[in-house]
């Protein structure tokens, strides 16, 4: 099982991005999947949640501003990032709950996407 991160780039502030991220290999389902974030200098931080019924959840930092959402059917989770400010600069990582066809739910991290905001 893999995910696959992309859309990350560099935009100017006020500008808008979307991020995807598409798990592959052998899956049976998929719970939460979620958007991370790190900072240079700092903690990996929350930015969004949503489950497998499909509520959300948003870090206080990014609440109307970021839309998290899921395709089931393409095993992808979208982030949409409206009003960007140069403090939302950070590499983001998606992340998703995942239980493949043999094993155990196991946390999958993407391998991470830069986004750069500019002032």
């Known amino acids: 099982v893999q995910l696959q991160a992309s859309g990350g780039g560099l935009v100017q502030a006020g500008g808008s991005l979307r991020l995807s991220c598409a798990a592959s290999?052998?899956?049976?389902?998929?719970?939460?999947m979620r958007w991370y974030r790190q900072a240079p200098g700092k903690q990996r931080e929350l930015v969004a949640t949503?489950?497998?019924?499909?509520?959300?959840n948003y870090g206080d930092s990014v609440k109307g501003r970021f839309t998290i959402s899921r395709d089931n059917a393409k095993n992808t989770v979208y982030l949409q990032m409206n009003s960007l400010k140069p403090e939302d600069t950070a590499v983001y990582y998606c992340?998703?709950?995942?239980?493949?066809?043999?094993?155990?739910?196991?946390?999958?991290w993407g391998q991470g996407t830069q986004v750069t905001v500019s002032s």
């Open positions: 992340n998703a709950d995942i239980l493949p066809l043999a094993g155990i739910t196991l946390a999958y």
């Open positions: 949503i489950t497998s019924a499909d509520s959300t």
């Open positions: 290999g052998t899956i049976f389902s998929i719970n939460a």
